[in-house]
Structure formats: C-alpha cells, structure tokens
C-alpha cells in the first residue's frame, strides 16, 4: 500500500501504544485508591479525587470500572494476590504482582513466559528491592514540591529533577497519601507520570543487546495476561524501550 500507508499505520499505533500506557496508569492510581479504603467513591475521597482526575484525562469508563472491580474483588476475597519472583535473561531480577481467581492459570501464564525467554521462575529476589511510595512529575519545581510537602507536614527521603525536567519524589510507602494529598493540594491538575507505592531495585543491571531483546520479550508477554497488575525489575533500560 505504500510507505504513506505504512508511517500512517506506525504513527496510529504509536498514539495507541501511548493512550494504552496512559490508561494502565490510571488504572493503577485508581486501583491502589480504591484498595487503600473502601472500593467506593462516594466513601472514599481519595479515589473520588483520582476519578475525577482520570475522567479530566479522558480516562474510559470501562477502565475505571475495572479498576474499582479488582479492588472490590480484593476486598470480597473473590480475588487474591499472588506475587512471582526470578530472573529474567541477563540475570535481571523480576518481581511480578498478580491478581487472580485461579492460581494454577496465573503460575503456568508467569511459569511460561519465564521459559520461553530464557528465564527462572522461583528464585527469591524481592531482597534487592524497597517498597516506597514514588511521583513523578513535571509542572512543579523542587523548591515548589518541598513548600507543598512542608504545608502538608509531609515527609520524604530524596527528591531530584532529571534531564527532561521531571521531578522524582522517593519516600516511605506509609507517606504516600499525605505527599499526594499535600502536592495536589497545592496544584490540583498536576497529572503524576508515575504515582504509586512501587518496588524500587536497590542496584540495577546492565544488558547486552541478546539479553535485553529476551528480556523486552519476557516483559511483552506477562503484560499480555490479564492477570498481571505490575512489574518490578532492575534491568537498566529506559521506560521507551521496554515499550
């Protein structure tokens, strides 16, 4: 059909691949709001607060709501979560958090994609991590960032501003609500690139080119299960190219 058709078709699925990414996000905002307190918004300010936000983002209906389901589904026991630990090709460590109603299903999923990309499930490595509270935002200086946390009597552990000017926010996973509450207090549209409570590797790995197509690979296909929620390793690769 033509190069035109073929930048025509790249470009659409670039933009697909960016709104899909965008609304896993919301996703996982609004799913950690809704399990943090009761699965409803009209009871929870917080998930309330995240909807509303989501919806300003042009967020679907249908991935808020699926949202909200897992974590009701959490909450009611229908569901449970299941976390995965081993090593990725290039001896990368993985952790992968799971949500399911059938473990064998979700364990053979994992299992699978661990092998057919030259990896080890069942070794543990959740040592090399730290679980903290982490945003990731542009908009707002550091010195605007730690006026907002000091009106909010928040506290944090390190702060730093990269290349692109976004500002990265590390702290202890129990002051994660009061940071988010203190930043969107002080600017009530800021849109968080990454606002969760996340893994954080303590030391990362460096791969060769063989490696990381295998581990790129590893990576495509736990994110195709629906069971999978996230993610954690400490591969030295950028978010665009694991995308």
Known sequence: MGRAHEVRAASMAKTAAM????YAKWGKEIFQAAKAGVPDPEMNQGLKRTIERAKKDQCPADVIKRAIAKAQGV????????????YGSGNVAVIVECLTDNDNRTFTEVRTAFNKTGGTLGSSVSYMFN?????????????EAMEAMMAGDCDFED????????????????DFEAIKNALL???????FEECGVNLI????????????AKFKRLLALLREYDDVQEI?????ITEDEEE
């Open 201 to 212: 590797p303590t030391t990362y790995v460096d791969l060769d080119a063989d490696h990381e």
């Open 159 to 174: 702060m730093h501003t990269d290349e692109d000017g976004f500002v990265t926010i590390y702290a202890q996973a129990g």
């Open 232 to 236: 954690y390793h400490n591969a030295n």
């Open 131 to 143: 679980r903290k509270a982490e945003f990731v935002f542009e908009g707002m200086s550091e010195d």
């Open 19 to 22: 709104k899909s990414s965008k």
């Open 75 to 86: 909450a009611s026991g229908a569901s449970k979560e299941k976390v995965y630990e081993g």
């Open 185 to 191: 207090t002080a600017k009530p549209d800021m849109e």
